[in-house]
Each structure stands twice: as structure tokens, then as C-alpha cells.
Nanobody
Framework: EVQLVESGGGLVQAGGSLRLSCAASGFYFDDYAIGWFRQAPGKEREGVSYISGREGSTYYADSVKGRFTISRDNREKTVYLRMNNLKPEDTAVYYC?????????????????WGQGTQVTVSS
């Protein structure tokens, strides 16, 4: 069974840091891009950061560039999202998702497996 499990969310003060993890199983991890998305109440799901399979190329949304870092450990089959200098507007449920290929995409419909999500709350 293809599965993604997020962890690492929580409550943090503005300016603080968190590291999210996305543990994968049930597929050949190295070959697939993984994306992090988030959804705040009343807002659409948005792409935050992606990392491709094989080459490990990355993308960051402008709103998180310079503060978030995505990485992957193929041996551990895990993707990480390090979030520094968190802001209240980063508050959302964060999801990781598996792309249907080694490439990342902005549209959620190109991701075929999603985790259950982890809540990140940043207080001011």
C-alpha cells in the first residue's frame, strides 16, 4: 500500500521553527517527486515547496522562500520541511503528497497520494 505519514506539526510562537517529516512507504521512493502543500481555514490548498525525484531539484513559494528548506533522505524514505522564522500567516494544515512522476507540479491533481496532514499553528 502506498502511504505517506506526516509528523512534526505543533504550536509555536512567531519567529520559531519546526521541522515537518513525511515518511513514505509502498513505492520506490527515489523515483518520485514529493510536494508540501498547506491549507488554512477558508482558503484553497497551496503549494509550499517541492523536491523532485532523482536530481532533487527544489521549488519554494515566494511566501516561504528564504525561511523554509525542503530535503529528502532516500535511504530513510523521508522528506523534510524545515521551517524557520515562522509567521502567523503560516498557520495551516500541512500535507505532503507524492507526484505521479519524478517531476514536481504546482497543481495538486498531479499528485496521486496524500498524507493525512499535520497542523501547524503560529501564535503572534
Amino acid at each position: 500500500e502506498v502511504q505517506l505519514v506526516e509528523s512534526g506539526g505543533g504550536l509555536v510562537q512567531a519567529g520559531g521553527s519546526l521541522r515537518l517529516s513525511c515518511a513514505a512507504s509502498g513505492f520506490y521512493f527515489d523515483d518520485y517527486a514529493i510536494g508540501w502543500f498547506r491549507q488554512a481555514p477558508g482558503k484553497e490548498r497551496e503549494g509550499v515547496s517541492y523536491i523532485s525525484g532523482r536530481e532533487g531539484s527544489t521549488y519554494y513559494a515566494d511566501s516561504v522562500k528564504g525561511r523554509f528548506t525542503i530535503s529528502r533522505d532516500n535511504r530513510e524514505k523521508t522528506v523534510y520541511l524545515r521551517m524557520n522564522n515562522l509567521k502567523p500567516e503560516d498557520t495551516a494544515v500541512y500535507y505532503c503528497a507524492k507526484s505521479h512522476s519524478s517531476l514536481w507540479y504546482h497543481l495538486p491533481r498531479w499528485y496521486d497520494t496524500w498524507g493525512q496532514g499535520t497542523q501547524v499553528t503560529v501564535s503572534s
